[in-house]
């Protein structure tokens, strides 16, 4: 006896899933890689980092836009910094609030290299053309050299929604 399903269809006679189920498939990806000189940050005030900037058009209102970066900051045992995602002048995410950076320690180090990590699902509700951007700040206002040898990545994927 064959297994049926709604509108007396075998399971092998199915062939694709009803238009009516989102498959969250990828529509589009867009990347940057900040291969500038390093940057320099010493303010608690989120400032953009060079070249960590993309534009994406979403196909869709329904569409989700999923934001992924991977810093590189150059700090002490005392220092730290956060970053937040600007989709155009509007803050939309950060991964801290200013007593919540991101501090790396080792003993006896004088430096460490952060690689931190950062994602975020945003759902702009548009099809007109939005700006992303990576910004930083740091603790106390101390100094924070970002991509110094080393590259920042900055990652856009469209997924249908």
Known sequence: MAIIKPNNNTISAITALPASIPTGKVLQVSSQVRNTSQQNIATTTYTDLTSLSI????????????????VHG???STRGFGLQYLRGS??????????????LHQNGASAMLGVIPFHFIDSPSTTS???????????NGDTVVFNDGYHSNFYLMEIAG
């Open 129 to 139: 053309e939005v700006t992303y951007k990576v910004q930083a700040a740091t603790r």
């Open 90 to 103: 509007t803050s939309i995410a950060k991964t801290g609030n200013t007593n919540a950076f991101f501090a």
């Open 74 to 76: 150059v700090i002490d």
């Open 55 to 70: 534009a994406i058009t979403p196909s869709s209102t329904s569409s989700k836009i999923l934001l992924k970066c991977f």
